[in-house]
């Protein structure tokens, strides 16, 4: 059982930065692989990013491509995503997700536990 816990979302102005936290519960953290989804207003839940269990292998969504990204210290129980160059269409409630499953998936069906989701809102 892993219990997730995001942070750090906010309100901040389009050209700025966030960092979002995931920490997690539980002594096995280091075999899931990790992502972060986003969920705006109306819209469905899409994949940002992904980590690996080790953290050796990322994957990025294209619409973020180049301005997050993910990373993971495992002694830490943590799962991090910094957020530069914001845009309005950034704006959404981001969640990030834990799979025991190697390898990792963009479909949010594929994933066994969320956290509860922290809102990120960029004013143009």
């Known amino acids: 059982q892993v219990q997730l816990v995001e942070s750090g979302g906010g309100l901040v102005q389009a050209g700025g930065s966030l960092r979002l936290s995931c920490a997690a519960s539980g002594r096995t953290f280091s075999r899931y692989t990790v992502s972060w989804f986003r969920q705006a207003p109306g819209k469905d839940r899409e994949f940002a990013s992904a980590i690996s269990r080790s953290g050796g292998i990322i994957n990025y969504a294209d619409s973020v491509k180049g301005r997050f990204t993910i990373s993971r210290d495992n002694a830490k129980n943590s799962v991090y995503l910094q957020m530069n160059s914001l845009k309005p269409e950034d704006t959404a409630v981001y969640y990030c997700?834990?799979?025991?499953?190697?390898?990792?998936?963009?479909?949010?069906?594929?994933?066994?536990?969320w956290g509860q989701g922290t809102q990120v809102t960029v004013s143009s």
């Open positions: 997700a834990a799979r025991a499953t190697l390898g990792y998936s963009s479909m949010p069906t594929d994933y066994d536990y």
